[in-house]
């Protein structure tokens, strides 16, 4: 029987740190495993559209447009003050009357007095106010269609990156089952070769053929791990989530658009065309502010309060109203130049109107272009990987009956890789192509969020 010393015995302090270790150690293994977010591309662009970080800097743009409305809007609003204090004065009348008074200085005091009350100020009229929070109201709007325009383009790199996700998702399936074929294919010669129909060349050709595919398959995994590493990168995930994609690389049922009726829902639904006419009207505001400066201004004060010697006698209730014109007659040319200024900020806005809109005209044609072949491209590479298909099975009956080697099998291994590539490559330029056309039309957020 086995004697255990007092050395091995386990003491309360080993057993705690070995349990401490154990769970350590669980937690390590755990933590180290891979979190899994399936995701559908609707999905994806929901959380995109929440948790990327262009959009919260566009909600803060836009909730400081709001302040600087209301900021512009105070100037057009009454302001009413509290006051109140209390003095310690000792005058010298001779100083108010401006001549002395026989037999030395009138001096009055010292005596104290205090007032306290409200005052308040408001402007009646004055049109150069009013422009300028006109023109705060449009550059806030103007805001809003930036902040569209941010998640326009969250959405439309999202878009694309799900898609390209997609078509690396679809590369591997196919580069998965060209393996097999190709193991099957392999395992086909090695039994030709064993029942002495094959030769060890067919044999060979078949071995490189699927390490071809391997190697095929290796590519494909690399472009699906990176399309997935940004699409995670647009979504703000963490680094230990790997996402898995639930769509399928499909056409889109989307609805077919003309030039003309394209180009017409661009011009009304792009948000940077929004953008800048808003932009515009608030020049136009601004100018209109600047002349409005030449114009007479009317304002109404008052203030009414109680006031009295202190601490000799009772306060008195007092009031005063005051309505008061200003009439500007020189400014120093700040006028002419805030004139010029809004000017000059038109004509800007104007010519980058011009170059949005051809913009929009050359998306559109570019879009509806490749719309177009991408169409036509899948209908074509369906069909030949479907005949490639066919002549891949022919060439593997004649193998397998004897009657050639394997060099027509392997020829018609590549030639439907090449057609299966094709096939999905054309998919992904359809589903694209879609997308641009989305984009152009500004509607992005309709068609593939709502």
Same mark, same amino acid.
């Given at each position: 029987?086995?004697?255990?010393?007092?050395?091995?015995?386990?003491?309360?302090?080993?057993?705690?740190?070995?349990?401490?270790?154990?769970?350590?150690?669980?937690?390590?293994?755990?933590?180290?495993?891979?979190?899994?977010?399936?995701?559908?591309?609707?999905?994806?662009?929901?959380?995109?559209?929440?948790?990327?970080?262009?959009?919260?800097?566009?909600?803060?743009?836009?909730?400081?447009?709001?302040?600087?409305?209301?900021?512009?809007?105070?100037?057009?609003?009454?302001?009413?003050?509290?006051?109140?204090?209390?003095?310690?004065?000792?005058?010298?009348?001779?100083?108010?009357?401006?001549?002395?008074?026989?037999?030395?200085?009138?001096v009055v005091g010292p005596y104290?007095?205090?007032?306290?009350?409200?005052?308040?100020?408001?402007?009646?009229?004055?049109?150069?106010?009013?422009?300028?929070?006109?023109?705060?109201?449009?550059?806030?709007?103007?805001?809003?269609?930036?902040?569209?325009?941010?998640?326009?383009?969250?959405?439309?790199?999202?878009?694309?990156?799900?898609?390209?996700?997609?078509?690396?998702?679809?590369?591997?399936?196919?580069?998965?089952?060209?393996?097999?074929?190709?193991?099957?294919?392999?395992?086909?010669?090695?039994?030709?070769?064993?029942?002495?129909?094959?030769?060890?060349?067919?044999?060979?050709?078949?071995?490189?053929?699927?390490?071809?595919?391997?190697?095929?398959?290796?590519?494909?995994?690399?472009?699906?791990?990176?399309?997935?590493?940004?699409?995670?990168?647009?979504?703000?995930?963490?680094?230990d989530i790997a996402i898995e994609?639930?769509?399928?690389?499909?056409?889109?049922?989307?609805?077919?658009?003309?030039?003309?009726?394209?180009? =017409?829902?661009?011009?009304?639904?792009?948000? @940077? +065309? %929004?953008?800048?006419?808003?932009? !515009?009207?608030?020049? /136009? *505001? &601004?100018?209109?502010?600047?002349?409005?400066?030449?114009?007479?201004?009317?304002?109404?004060?008052?203030?009414?309060?109680?006031?009295?010697?202190?601490?000799?006698?009772?306060?008195?209730?007092?009031?005063?109203?005051?309505?008061?014109?200003?009439?500007?007659?020189?400014?120093?040319?700040?006028?002419? =130049?805030?004139?010029?200024?809004?000017?000059? @900020? +038109? %004509?800007?806005?104007?010519?980058? !109107?011009?170059?949005? /809109? *051809? &913009?929009?005209?050359?998306?559109?044609?570019?879009?509806?272009?490749?719309?177009?072949?991408?169409?036509?491209?899948?209908?074509?590479?369906?069909?030949?990987?479907?005949?490639?298909?066919?002549?891949?099975?022919?060439?593997?009956?004649?193998?397998?009956?004897?009657?050639?080697?394997?060099?027509?099998?392997?020829?018609?291994?590549?030639?439907?890789?090449?057609?299966?590539?094709?096939?999905?490559?054309?998919?992904?330029?359809?589903?694209?192509?879609q997308a641009d056309l989305a984009?152009?039309?500004?509607?992005?957020?309709?068609?593939?969020?709502?």
């Amino acid at each position: 029987m086995h004697h255990y010393s007092s050395e091995d015995q386990p003491t309360p302090r080993k057993a705690w740190l070995l349990g401490v270790a154990v769970l350590a150690s669980a937690l390590c293994v755990s933590g180290s495993e891979p979190r899994t977010l399936p995701l559908t591309l609707k999905q994806a662009l929901e959380r995109a559209l929440d948790q990327n970080p262009q959009v919260h800097r566009a909600v803060l743009a836009l909730a400081q447009g709001q302040e600087d409305t209301r900021a512009a809007q105070a100037a057009l609003l009454p302001t009413v003050d509290a006051f109140g204090f209390i003095q310690r004065n000792k005058v010298n009348l001779d100083t108010f009357l401006g001549a002395p008074s026989r037999g030395g200085p009138l001096v009055v005091g010292p005596y104290g007095w205090g007032e306290v009350g409200l005052e308040g100020r408001t402007t009646l009229f004055d049109m150069s106010i009013w422009n300028r929070w006109r023109a705060a109201r449009q550059l806030e709007t103007a805001i809003q269609a930036q902040s569209r325009t941010v998640r326009e383009g969250i959405t439309a790199l999202t878009v694309g990156q799900y898609l390209r996700a997609l078509r690396g998702s679809e590369s591997v399936k196919a580069a998965q089952s060209r393996i097999e074929l190709a193991q099957a294919l392999e395992k086909l010669a090695e039994d030709q070769q064993t029942h002495g129909v094959g030769t060890k060349l067919d044999t060979l050709r078949a071995q490189v053929q699927l390490q071809n595919e391997r190697q095929r398959l290796i590519q494909a995994q690399t472009q699906l791990k990176t399309s997935l590493f940004g699409l995670a990168k647009i979504l703000d995930l963490e680094p230990d989530i790997a996402i898995e994609l639930k769509d399928q690389l499909a056409a889109p049922d989307l609805p077919q658009f003309t030039f003309q009726q394209a180009y =017409a829902n661009g011009l009304g639904g792009r948000p @940077e +065309l %929004a953008a800048l006419e808003a932009q !515009r009207k608030a020049a /136009e *505001s &601004m100018r209109s502010a600047a002349l409005s400066a030449r114009l007479p201004s009317v304002t109404l004060s008052g203030k009414f309060s109680s006031a009295g010697l202190y601490p000799s006698e009772p306060w008195v209730p007092i009031y005063q109203v005051t309505l008061g014109i200003r009439v500007p007659l020189f400014t120093g040319g700040l006028v002419n =130049a805030r004139i010029a200024k809004a000017k000059a @900020e +038109l %004509a800007k806005i104007q010519e980058d !109107r011009r170059e949005m /809109e *051809s &913009m929009v005209s050359l998306e559109v044609q570019t879009a509806q272009a490749e719309l177009d072949a991408a169409r036509s491209e899948v209908e074509v590479a369906t069909q030949t990987t479907d005949l490639a298909s066919e002549v891949l099975l022919q060439a593997r009956h004649r193998f397998e009956a004897g009657v050639s080697n394997n060099i027509e099998v392997i020829n018609a291994q590549d030639e439907l890789a090449k057609a299966s590539d094709s096939q999905i490559n054309a998919l992904y330029r359809l589903c694209q192509a879609q997308a641009d056309l989305a984009k152009a039309m500004g509607q992005m957020e309709t068609y593939f969020v709502r």
